[in-house]
């Protein structure tokens, strides 16, 4: 018997994951209303929530979900060999895999979604920025920055967009 994946499973998995650990829809829309909004007076939730969960529809997406997460879940369960283990439990500066793994989001959206990953990444805004917060009994070494990756793509999707409106209405 061959290997066989639903896609619906992943996108299923990958969406009660994110719920499990915290994040909603509405937080990742807050975030890339937060990078979008000086650039374009009119923009609104909905179209923040539309462009998530476009970007969250994504297999390349959901893949990079499902093995952040679980790899912060092996680490809170102090179940990675060392000094991984210590790597990824205290989120050390010199480890980023992390941070590539985001990427590989971002990637989907062009060189637009890397800047505002990089804005991102370094104020972190909202839900990055509790996500981050490493006193509690979740550690989201990969989390923040695939919530992070995930709002600056959907934020990208949403400036592609705009540019297109933009010249189809010159015309």
């Not at 619906?8 to 909603?24: D, H, M, N």
Request: glycine share 8%; proline share 1%; hydrophobic share 40%.
């Amino acid at each position: 018997m061959s290997y066989s994946l639903n896609s619906k499973q992943v996108a299923e998995a990958s969406a009660f994951w994110l719920t499990k650990r915290g994040v909603t829809m509405e937080d990742i829309a807050e975030l890339t209303y937060f990078l979008q909004k000086d650039y374009y007076a009119s923009l609104t939730m909905d179209e923040c929530r539309a462009s998530v969960e476009q970007v969250l529809g994504k297999r390349e997406v959901q893949n990079a979900i499902l093995t952040g997460i679980q790899l912060d879940v092996l680490a809170e369960e102090g179940k990675l060999l060392s000094p991984l283990q210590e790597m990824i439990e205290n989120d050390e500066g010199l480890y980023g895999c992390d941070e590539i793994l985001a990427l590989s989001i971002v990637n989907v959206y062009g060189s637009i979604g890397l800047t505002n990953f990089g804005y991102i990444d370094k104020i972190k805004p909202g839900l990055v920025g509790r996500l981050n917060d490493k006193s509690g009994e979740h550690k989201h070494t990969f989390l923040d920055d695939i919530v992070g990756a995930i709002a600056a793509s959907a934020s990208s999707r949403i400036a592609h967009r705009k540019q297109k409106e933009k010249e189809d209405n010159q015309m």
